[in-house]
């Protein structure tokens, strides 16, 4: 195929069209022929389907009672709101919480007071959510039973309770590394994770390597929104102190922690007279 371009200069040049942008008003660029519109409608014709018969069998009625309780359950569930607390931290839309606590020798005047907490925080959580309790110590783990997420049901409450309360299940002692603990925590897939110490050591006293805590709690907690940053699990820290002014300027572990992973309220500290009056009004 074979084609020549022939310029023709019997008729006038092409119109240039300038696009001005900030100008308020437009003037066409040539002269276009005005049609009216014809003012008859027409409609295209409608195609009536008709509707299948639908065979019903005489011998299966419709019994109407599974759809009246979905329906009753839906719009029960839809009012609730499955929100936690715990020491004065808070959570909303959580389903299931574990709470992971220092019972390490620094925690040795604070546990009575943390396990009323506790226990007030888990009667406030309605049946339908899940929740599970787990101690650290050193680098040991203690699960309270039966150490998976369970409802929250007053018979399981009551039942976790009685157990922290005997003192042979609790004894404070050793260092306070929280990464074991919350290793366990985190393969239960919990919505928030309540994490409370007095202060994070390592087995023996010593300093936990704070790099190392947060780049094994990165990898075991990626970020599911990129935009928002946002984790699979949320980690509310609290710190308890006996002086919460300090606590709260101090750059620690738990800091890092809650600001990594637990948003901007993930972090809460508390004084003595501040988690005796905030463990009651938790929710």
């Known amino acids: 195929m074979t084609w020549t371009v022939v310029q ?76 936690a607390g715990f020491a004065g931290a808070r959570a909303t839309n959580a389903r299931s919480i574990v709470y992971v606590i220092d019972a390490s020798g620094s925690m040795i005047t604070w546990l009575t007071m943390v396990l009323e907490a506790l226990s007030q925080s888990l009667d406030r959580l309605d049946a339908s959510q899940r929740y599970a309790v787990m101690f650290f110590q050193g680098d040991e783990v203690i699960t309270v039973p039966p150490a998976r997420l369970q409802s929250a049901r007053q018979r399981n409450i009551r039942n976790t309770t009685q157990w922290t309360r005997q003192g042979a299940n609790l004894m404070p002692g050793g260092g ?41 709690l990165d990898e075991l907690n990626p970020i599911a929104d990129p935009v928002t940053g946002r984790r699979w699990t ?21 800091k890092s922690i809650a600001d990594r992973h637990g948003g901007p309220d993930g972090w809460t500290s508390l004084g003595r007279s501040d988690l005796i009056r905030r463990s009651g009004a938790d929710q």
Not at 36 to 44: G, L, R, T, Y
Not at 189 to 208: A, M, Y
Not at 234 to 254: F, K, P, R, Y
């Open 234 to 254: 949320t980690i509310q820290c609290i710190q308890v102190s006996n002086d919460a002014m300090e606590a709260a300027e101090d750059h620690s572990l738990l």
């Open 8 to 83: 023709d200069d019997t008729g006038p040049p092409p119109r240039p069209v300038i696009a001005d942008f900030m100008a308020t008003s437009y003037m066409p660029v040539d002269d276009l022929p005005i049609t009216e519109a014809s003012s008859e409608v027409i409609e295209p014709p409608i195609e009536v389907i008709p509707p299948v018969p639908i065979e019903r069998s005489p011998s299966m009625p419709i019994d109407p009672t599974w759809a009246v309780i979905d329906a009753s359950m839906a719009a029960r569930d839809g009012d609730r709101e499955q929100a």
């Open 176 to 216: 306070s590394n929280p990464l074991p603990a919350l290793q366990a925590a985190l393969e239960l897939q919990p919505d928030v994770i309540f994490l409370l110490s007095e202060g994070l050591q390592g087995p023996r006293g010593d300093l936990v390597d704070q790099s190392a805590v947060l780049t094994s």
